[in-house]
């Protein structure tokens, strides 16, 4: 079964730092590109940070370029999603998903259970 | 970066209805589009891509139609489980963007 497991979720207070890691199983995983999606209580989506097979690749949400940092270990399974300079603002349920396809980023499928974040004194 | 605009916010509907959402694009995405369905302290789940393109296993009442600027998600006959939270992504260039989402609601 293909899954993604997300786990690093913490309460931590403003300008500190978090890192957040995702375990997958069940397909070749560094055959497919990975991103990190969040979204805060009661609100919508928001993408936050996507790499590429061969960590050749990295593309950010402007609301989190220069803060946070995504990297892969294609021999552990993982992705991971440093955070530092932590605002209020990122407080949410942070996502990890596969891109739907081998090489693709554009869709997600499947998703992480998730897990929070939360930013606050 | 590309604006997804989803219409309406939220919608009331009983067993058996047709369902229609709307997603609007900021610029022409061509078919570079996919739609998510949510539930209540779920992820997300991949329903359709490509505007058109059902996922595997997600049930043929759902269908997607539009390309270039406006889309639409359709439920031909809503079902218990199908109500939910839906939200559209375009997958045409970075940064990736999502609608604001369309709560479907049991009337």
């Known amino acids: 079964e293909v899954q993604l497991v997300e786990s690093g979720g913490d309460l931590v207070k403003p300008g500190g730092s978090l890192r957040l890691s995702c375990a997958a199983f069940g397909f070749t995983f560094s055959s497919y590109a990975l991103s990190w999606v969040r979204q805060a209580p009661g609100r919508g989506l928001e993408w936050v940070a996507s790499?590429?097979?061969?960590?050749?690749?990295?593309y950010y949400a402007d609301s989190v370029r220069g803060r946070f940092t995504i990297s892969r270990d294609n021999a552990k399974n993982s992705v991971y999603l440093q955070m530092n300079s932590l605002r209020a603002e990122d407080t949410a349920v942070y996502y990890c998903?596969?891109?739907?396809?081998?090489?693709?980023?554009?869709?997600?499928?499947?998703w992480g259970q998730g897990t929070l974040v939360t930013v606050s004194s | 970066d590309i604006q997804m605009t989803q219409s309406p916010s939220s919608v009331s509907a009983s067993v058996g209805d047709r369902v229609t959402i709307t997603c609007r694009a900021s610029?022409?995405?061509?078919?570079?589009l996919a739609w998510y369905q949510q539930k209540p302290g779920k992820a997300p789940k991949f329903l359709i891509y490509?505007?058109?393109s059902l996922q595997s296993g997600v049930p043929s009442r759902f269908s997607g139609s539009g390309s270039g600027t406006d889309f639409t998600l359709t439920i031909s006959s809503l079902q218990p489980e199908d109500f939910a939270t839906y939200y559209c992504q375009q997958g045409k260039s970075f940064p990736l963007t999502f609608g604001g989402g369309t709560k479907v609601e049991i009337k």
């Open positions: 490509g505007a058109s």
């Open positions: 790499i590429s097979t061969s960590s050749s690749s990295f």
């Open positions: 610029q022409g995405i061509d078919t570079w």
């Open positions: 998903a596969r891109g739907a396809s081998s090489g693709n980023y554009y869709w997600f499928d499947p």
